[in-house]
């Protein structure tokens, strides 16, 4: 049982958000000086960058722990005795090694992700191999191109709906991998931030039925998108491998190619499981079918995405702790999870060289140095220069008779 290896111990909380803030502040950076010159809450680009610049600190709170134990992820450490404690990041990036465990690294050990993606470009599933598909327990590809370096997983089986693929890819995990806890399922044009994923799912019990993404309504059916990614916890995969048992179920179970989503929550609903919300507790969104880019600039908020939403999202934008982005292209990808995970400004915390810098010692701080070795005296701050040459005048008649003695005559040897 994990229990019994969980002595308590510490955790240490690095911020899950840090990485994710550090690239909102970088595409913020730029209008920080029009956002200070401007009364606020005038434009809504004003009113979301107040937003921004506010309540970063706090613990970001989960609509889905309410609606299950209502327990949040304080709570669930207080429960297992573990503490979590702030970290000096300059000092664990820069300083001595540190046998400090990370708490995403813990987080890691305990919430078992399993990441599902349907690959239509192979250059994406490489850029997703190569970047947050790592951060994940474990990572399949399916799809139907085949390709040497990537491994992606394709059915002998003649695929006539979106649904039919996303049905066989259940069956496949099932064998391959039955002892699971979390499944996460996106399109290859997402990024995944695990780690926030994580975040969100520990208090909850994944011995449970969870449905979580960005949910819509139409034709009074409320499911996830698929453009913005979804969770469900093993329990729910166990009763849809019971009702798809074969390849013909799944050729039955959907229609029309590009409706998996729908149809998914069609057949969840049918068994009683429906979408969790997974908004924050600012009513911000995690799950988002849409570029980092069009939420914070540019989208135009009046598709079904957002006029359907079943949790409509209150604020602008994203939450701090957000899970799951578009970007649509492989050097994108691989250049947000360079800002998110490597990159460093100086002036930021954790960042190389946010340290006091070397500088040249003033020569009267040289003699303070001198007279702390030689009369071992500390108390320099109080003492005068006229003390100074009284104290050493009365062990030395001249000063240069001090330097020879102490400091020049190793080099003379
Ligand atoms: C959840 O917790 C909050 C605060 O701790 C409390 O106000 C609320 O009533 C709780 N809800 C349920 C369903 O227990
Ligand atoms: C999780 O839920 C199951 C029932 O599905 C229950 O038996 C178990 O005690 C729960 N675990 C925790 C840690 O609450
Ligand atoms: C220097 O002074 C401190 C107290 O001010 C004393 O504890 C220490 O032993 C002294 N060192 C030497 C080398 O005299």
């Not at 009113?47 to 299950?68: D, I, P, V, Y």
């Not at 003033?362 to 702390?372: F, S, T, Y």
Request: with cysteine.
């Amino acid at each position: 049982m994990c229990h019994n290896r969980l002595k308590p111990r510490s955790v240490f909380l690095i911020g899950f958000g840090i990485g994710f803030f550090l690239a909102l502040l970088l595409l913020l950076a730029q209008n920080l000086h029009y956002a200070y010159h401007r009364t606020p809450g005038h434009s809504s680009r004003n009113n979301l960058l107040g937003w921004f610049l506010s309540s970063t600190n706090t613990e970001t709170l989960f609509q889905t722990w309410k609606q299950s134990d209502n327990t949040t992820y304080n709570e669930l450490l207080k429960d297992k005795g573990l503490k979590s404690r702030e970290l000096d990041l300059d000092s664990y990036l820069y300083g001595p090694k540190s046998e400090t465990e990370l708490e995403a690294d813990w987080l890691k050990s305990q919430v078992d992700i399993t990441c599902v993606v349907f690959v239509k470009k192979i250059k994406l599933a490489k850029a997703i191999r190569d970047t947050w598909g790592k951060r994940c327990n474990r990572i399949y590809f399916f799809g139907r191109k085949k390709d040497s370096d990537v491994p992606v997983i394709s059915f002998d089986v003649k695929l006539t709906s979106s649904w039919q693929l996303l049905c066989e890819a259940f069956t496949y995990i099932w064998r391959d991998k039955p002892r699971l806890q979390w499944l996460l399922f996106v399109k290859d044009e997402t990024l995944v931030i695990p780690e926030n994923l994580r975040y969100m799912l520990a208090p909850l019990n994944h011995t449970q039925d969870y449905y979580l993404g960005h949910a819509v309504v139409l034709w009074g059916q409320a499911y996830n998108v698929a453009d913005a990614g979804y969770v469900i916890s093993a329990p729910v995969l166990r009763k849809l491998i019971k009702k798809f048992d074969s390849s013909e179920k799944c050729l039955v179970g959907g229609k029309y190619w590009k409706q998996e989503d729908y149809y998914l929550a069609k057949h969840l609903a049918s068994m009683g499981i429906h979408p969790s919300d997974t908004r924050d507790q600012y009513l911000r969104g995690t799950f988002h079918g849409y570029s980092l880019q069009s939420l914070l600039w540019g989208v135009v908020k009046t598709g079904v995405y957002w006029n359907r939403a079943l949790y409509p999202i209150e604020k602008e934008c994203c939450s701090f702790t957000s899970i799951t982005f578009n970007v649509a292209e492989p050097d994108k990808m691989r250049t947000f999870n360079y800002l998110l995970y490597h990159f460093h400004v100086l002036n930021m915390k954790a960042a190389f060289g946010r340290k006091q810098a070397a500088r040249i010692v003033p020569e009267e701080d040289v003699w303070k140095i001198a007279l702390k070795d030689e009369f071992n005296i500390t108390y320099l701050q109080d003492i005068s220069s006229d003390a100074y040459y009284k104290i050493w005048h009365a062990k030395y008649s001249e000063p240069e008779q001090l330097i020879n003695m102490n400091y020049r005559s190793k080099d003379n040897n």
